[in-house]
């Protein structure tokens, strides 16, 4: 096969800077600078336009090889898309008791389950349409689809693509070089449409391992005739990423699953030196795309020496923002971050419980978090933190909904309340991870369910807030609803504060170990 000419065809989604692809092509050119690449952003192109746009694209470089990035599949979000809020139409839905309100919920699920699924018909239509236009060029052109949203339902994807279609899970760097050397595709996290099958348990397989250097963003600009569209803003975020990989166990995250356990940390002077091509060309906010900025105690000295050589750079009027394991800063990160312009981070502790941390596999301390985050605040930090709540988790209580509301507002004191946004979600339950596992060991689903199913039968389980608090927190959510829809993360826990307290901090930072009774930490992984 020829595949000397490289399209990569950014599936339509939220205008957030497409870095896989960017990153993708760049390594490409690095490794192969004879192959011809272009970038083709649908996130940029108006819906209506998708396919015409798609096909001009096709005609005008005549691509042999058609690389789909498809970067969500969002079923569940606590915030508005797909024509409505999916967890506001769910929760009236499923515990309104107005008759009323519960027909607007089933009249807003509808919608976004009607608009979900035509999303999900439109962007197989056009990686199906891409690979027929691009055969009328060259016969033997072939697609490669990979991203987000095929790393997680890669199973249930490969039943509708084309055959000859590689699926591909994960980082992608490694398989398009064997591609294009003509090597065995056989070890790599893939599989081909009507050819082969998925291995078993495939996206727990390692990854690749390359050294990353800065990407070359003026050969970016030459294939890339839509690049200056994310640069228009002053207040956009762009992503540089700083490592790969999460080296933690937390039962409903997928990242460790995607990206691997082993932590592979890029060289700071070559993520600087990324950094500057961006800043050269007007860009001052920075999103640190990892999976954790600071996963882990033993990378903190990495993360101090990119910290200083930002701060070396001159780079001095830029911000960046991250998620960051706050449990692992020092005082000298602290003072680092304020120094080079952190102004906004975000923190999932999911509980303020830290007997519920320890059974959802997190390795939270959470008296540590607070610790550190008193340290962050002393060292001048005076913007936005997001904290991510996930209630109703495995063994939640009344007793450990009191002690989160009062390490919430402990973290209030220590950032000033209106500093402190808690963001409330309910775990979309994700297939490969260990709350999936636990769902099949108590008989909560069944193996060989479809987990991009949006029958109400199959939602209720997979948007996770199980009896006997399901209908007390679907109250609480409702009540937040019509109190202020505006800052809604803030009212629930307010109207959890109203109907049962606040419980004591110190019992929150404590976590007795009950060996008698099984919990999620026993499950196999």
């Known amino acids: 096969m020829n595949t000397d000419r490289i399209l990569y065809v950014r599936l339509p989604c939220n205008p957030i800077f497409p870095i896989g692809v960017v990153y993708l092509a760049d390594r490409i050119h690095k490794l192969f600078p004879d192959v011809e690449q272009q970038i083709f952003d649908l996130g940029t192109i108006p819906p209506l336009d998708f396919a015409s746009a798609l096909d001009r694209a096709i005609d005008e470089f005549k691509p042999s090889l058609l690389v789909f990035s498809w970067r969500d599949i969002q079923i569940y979000a606590p915030v508005g898309g797909r024509g409505g809020n999916p967890l506001q139409y769910a929760f009236e839905f499923y515990y309104a008791r107005n008759p009323l309100v519960k027909l607007r919920g089933a009249l807003g699920g509808l919608r976004i389950t009607t608009a979900y699924y035509t999303e999900l018909w439109r962007n197989l239509g056009l990686i199906k349409r891409g690979l027929k236009r691009a055969k009328t060029y060259n016969p033997d052109a072939r697609a490669v689809v990979g991203g987000g949203a ?10 509708s693509l084309p055959d000859g279609t590689i699926v591909s899970v994960g980082e992608g760097e490694a398989l398009l070089e064997k591609l294009l050397r003509g090597d ?27 050294e990353k250097t800065a990407c070359n963003y003026d050969y970016i600009e030459t294939i890339w005739p839509a690049f200056n569209y994310y640069l228009q803003e002053s207040d956009f975020y762009i992503g540089v990423q700083t490592k790969r990989g999460c080296p933690h166990n937390c039962c409903y995250c997928i990242y460790t699953v995607i990206e691997g356990k082993q932590v592979r940390i890029n060289p700071a002077d070559e993520v600087v030196a990324e950094m500057r091509q961006l800043y050269d060309r007007g860009i001052r906010n920075f999103w640190f795309t990892d999976a954790q900025f600071i996963p882990a105690r033993k990378f903190i000295d990495d993360a101090i020496e990119l910290l200083q050589k930002i701060l070396a750079s001159g780079m001095k009027d830029i911000h960046w923002a991250a998620y960051i394991r706050a449990d692992n800063l020092t005082p000298e990160l602290c003072d680092l971050m304020v120094k080079t312009g952190m102004n906004y981070f975000e923190i999932g502790i999911t509980s303020g419980s830290q007997e519920l941390v320890r059974k959802m596999r997190m390795g939270y301390n959470l008296r540590t978090v607070l610790e550190n985050c008193r ?9 936005l933190v997001s904290v991510n709540y996930s209630f109703n988790v495995i063994d939640e209580t009344f007793e450990t909904i009191r002690q989160t509301i009062a390490y919430h507002r402990e973290l209030e004191r220590i950032f000033g309340a209106d500093k402190v946004e808690p963001a409330i979600f309910f775990i979309g339950l994700q297939p490969h991870t260990h709350l999936e596992e636990y769902a099949f060991d108590n008989d909560i689903l069944k193996p060989g369910y479809n987990p991009m199913s949006l029958m109400p039968w199959t939602a209720r389980k997979l948007l996770w807030n199980p009896e006997p608090l399901g209908s007390f927190f679907g109250e609480v959510c409702l009540e937040a609803w019509r109190r202020n829809p505006n800052d809604f993360g803030r009212e629930v826990m307010n109207i959890l504060e109203e109907r049962l307290g606040c419980g004591d901090l110190e019992a929150a930072l404590s976590a007795p170990i009950d060996t008698a009774k099984k919990s999620l930490v026993g499950a196999s992984s």
Do not use: W
Not at 186 to 197: A, F, N, S
């Open 150 to 159: 095929v790393s997680v339902f890669y199973e249930q994807l490969g039943k």
């Open 184 to 210: 065995s595709l056989d070890d790599e996290r893939c599989y081909i449409v009507g050819q082969t099958e998925p291995r078993d348990r495939m996206i727990h397989e390692k990854p690749t391992d390359f």
């Open 375 to 383: 340290d962050l605040k002393a060292a001048g930090f005076n913007d």
